[in-house]
T-cell receptor, first 115, second 113 residues
Framework: AQTVTQSQPEMSVQEAETVTLSCTYD???????LFWYKQPPSRQMILVIR??????QNATENRFSVNFQKAAKSFSLKISDSQLGDAAMYFC????????????FGQGTRLTINP | DVKVTQSSRYLVKRTGEKVFLECVQD?????MFWYRQDPGLGLRLIYF???????EKGDIPEGYSVSREKKERFSLILESASTNQTSMYLC????????????FGPGTRLTVT
């Protein structure tokens, strides 16, 4: 079975600084997707960024970028120029490309932004 | 924008009661999902549905059932609520089997006493 592990329950960063959230996963499959979802205090979860495993290039969305290391099964999220609105729970998630769309989530990391 | 709504933000029920959690999406999505969220455990999939009247078990289906009579509505049923079902319940939907982005509702905080 696939598992996703986020080893940092909580992180904090100064506003305007850069922070990296860690995620590792375990799978025997070669084709899959990885995601970072953000859950602000209002609770509505939204997708931040997605990475296809077959792509070597790391995905980027504005201030958000990932460091995808397929061999190491590592998928970290880097947030540059942190803003107060980035404060949230961040979840790493995995899904197989073939078959069911089931997402497997990590435990989450609570990110605090210090003004 | 896709909107996923859940019938209640907060719900308090007694042990043994039958509980219905309702979820509605307004974008004609084929897929709908129910998760429970617990601190330190992340989100765990309870049930999902690819089409009307179709359902599949997720990772933790025990003690739950679901109903999807209409495409836009997916209900989670706790047949006999227990205290270990106290949790945050999140509903999500996605367009179809080629789409991996899931859109989430605001969640229902259920307390069983």
């Amino acid at each position: 079975a696939q598992t996703v592990t986020q080893s940092q329950p909580e992180m904090s960063v100064q506003e305007a600084e850069t922070v990296t959230l860690s995620c590792t996963y375990d799978t025997s499959e070669s084709d899959y997707y990885l995601f970072w979802y953000k859950q602000p205090p209002s609770r509505q979860m939204i997708l931040v960024i997605r990475q296809e495993a077959y792509k070597q290039q790391n995905a980027t969305e504005n201030r958000f970028s990932v460091n995808f290391q397929k061999a190491a099964k590592s998928f970290s999220l880097k947030i540059s120029d942190s803003q107060l609105g980035d404060a949230a729970m961040y979840f790493c998630a995995y899904a197989l490309i073939q078959g069911a769309q089931k997402l497997v989530f990590g435990q989450g990391t609570r990110l605090t932004i210090n003004p | 924008d896709v909107k996923v709504t859940q019938s209640s933000r907060y719900l308090v029920k007694r042990t043994g009661e039958k509980v219905f959690l309702e979820c509605v999406q307004d974008m004609d999505h084929e897929n709908m999902f129910w998760y429970r969220q617990d601190p330190g455990l992340g989100l765990r999939l309870i049930y999902f549905s690819y089409d009307v009247k179709m359902k599949e078990k997720g990772d933790i289906p025990e003690g739950y059932s679901v109903s999807r009579e209409k495409k836009e509505r997916f209900s989670l049923i706790l047949e006999s609520a227990s205290t270990n079902q106290t949790s945050m319940y999140l509903c999500a939907s996605s367009l179809d089997q080629s789409s991996y982005e899931q859109y989430f509702g605001p969640g229902t905080r259920l307390t069983v006493t």
